[in-house]
């Protein structure tokens, strides 16, 4: 079958323009979840014919959201994308536009209760003998992937509290780290072990430190040259 026309312009300019009236809160992960927004909502109008705000019908919402259950997307994950989507809406229906009332009554998926899952300690040093064995080199991109494995591991930090961390949170005298706005929206402190401390001054050069706003990720040459990471890029590094 041909595909779909392009979604009138008014739908897809209106979610740029909800992203950037997000007021910034470096704890929540705003980049990803921006992008997570823009995904989901340009994947549900390629699935739907719409010309325009009074076309959009729960019953849409509901099929992109079957889509993503037979795709293997978990429960959370699918709850996180509704919750994105549907605050999205919200949005639209502030600015008075022709918007159906029964979007908002989409039931959420159900969670289940996953077991946490975590590494036993054998499991765990051959993990990290395998990751420093393949970043042991002094390049920019080993110390890096170093750094991140590192402070992941040593930390307890969650990927977007790594991705959120700033040159000005380091502590190297001190041997911690600042998280800012976590859970909660809560700061709190996470102590770095010898081995990260080491590690943490090998990735920041003393220019590199006087910045305090830039990345704490990434290799003093990018820092320098700004150059910043997402999500992925730190689960595929």
Known sequence: ????????????????????????????????????????????????????????????????????????????????????????????????????????????????????????????KRLEQIVLSQTSDESPTAVRDRAWFLTLAHTGLRLSELLNLRVGDLDLPAGRLTVRGGKNFRDRAAYLTPVLAACRRETVSPQARLVINSPCLSHSSELIAGREYNGSQVQNG
Do not use: M
């Open 1 to 124: 079958p041909p595909p779909p026309p392009p979604p009138p312009p008014p739908l897809v300019s209106s979610c740029r323009r909800h992203t950037r009236s997000l007021v910034p809160s470096r704890g929540l992960g705003d980049v990803y979840k921006r992008q997570l927004l823009l995904r989901s909502w340009n994947r549900l109008l390629s699935q739907q014919v719409l010309r325009g705000w009074a076309d959009l019908r729960r019953s849409h919402l509901e099929a992109w959201l079957a889509g993503r259950q037979e795709a293997g997307i978990a429960a959370s994950s699918q709850a996180t994308e509704l919750g994105e989507l549907l605050s999205f809406l919200r949005f639209v229906a502030d600015q008075d536009l022709p918007l159906d009332a029964n979007l908002f009554r989409v039931a959420y998926p159900q969670r289940t209760e996953a077991l946490p899952r975590y590494l036993t300690e054998p499991e765990y």
